[in-house]
């Protein structure tokens, strides 16, 4: 079965620095990739997926990439702010069926 | 519209006992997903319906756990002989069937807590 990897664990940055979380799959028929934000006590909210006929794909201070034959994908977050504190957590998933999840990393950004 | 909504939004119970977690998707949602969070953890698939069938029951961990879905809408999560390690986040989440891969929603989830 699918598994996902994520890196790193934790990552501090400072206010406006960017912010770079790598996850790799091993399950090549997995063609779905979206990225949750989870605060603290929160239910995760998706903030951005790509599908595996893109290579990337920005929605403002956040972008993805996707390399299919590497299996990897990543998150960029540029000029981050305090309010991007949280943890975030990379999934694969492949048609209706489960998404499996990165064990998380924990974005602290400090003023 | 209203987002997927779980209940009880915390339950503590003694081991041994059985209980019941409910989930209402997002309306005209077909696809509604269990998963569970343990403390500091990632997300751990455990059921997944499409309608009121579930193709995918593999990530149930044992066969005190079993899920089920009526009129293709509300499923109810039973944990029968809660266990300790049962206590966990049970995060319900439901999508689109309008073409593949569509985005999971989650609701806010139910915080389990066996004593």
């Known amino acids: 079965g699918e598994n996902v990897e994520q890196h790193p664990s934790t990552l501090s940055v400072q206010e406006g620095d960017s912010a770079v979380i790598k996850c790799t799959y091993s399950d090549s028929a997995s063609n779905y990739f979206p990225w949750y934000k989870q605060e603290l006590g929160k239910r995760p909210q998706l903030i951005i997926d790509?599908?595996?006929?893109?290579g990337e794909k920005k929605d403002q201070r956040i972008a993805v990439t996707l390399n299919k034959t590497a299996k990897h994908f990543s998150l960029h977050i540029t000029e981050t702010q305090p309010e991007d504190s949280a943890v975030y957590f990379c999934a694969a998933g492949t048609g209706f069926q489960k998404l499996v999840f990165g064990t998380g990393t924990r974005l602290l950004v400090s003023p | 519209g209203a987002g997927v909504s779980q209940s009880p939004s915390n339950k503590v119970t003694e081991k041994g006992k059985d209980v019941e977690l409910r989930c209402d998707p997002i309306?005209?949602?077909?696809?509604l997903y269990w998963y569970r969070q343990s403390l500091g953890q990632g997300l751990e698939f455990l059921i997944y319906?499409?309608?009121?069938?579930?193709?995918?029951k593999s990530g149930l961990p044992s066969d005190r756990f079993s899920a089920e879905r009526t009129g293709g809408s509300v499923s109810t999560l039973t944990i029968q002989r809660t266990q300790q390690e049962d206590s966990a986040v049970y995060l319900c989440?439901?999508?689109?069937?309008?073409?593949?891969?569509?985005?999971?929603?989650f609701g806010d989830g139910t915080r389990l807590s066996i004593l």
């Open positions: 319906f499409q309608g009121n069938s579930a193709p995918d």
């Open positions: 989440a439901s999508s689109s069937d309008r073409g593949v891969n569509q985005p999971q929603h």
């Open positions: 790509i599908r595996s006929n893109v």
């Open positions: 309306s005209g949602h077909t696809a």
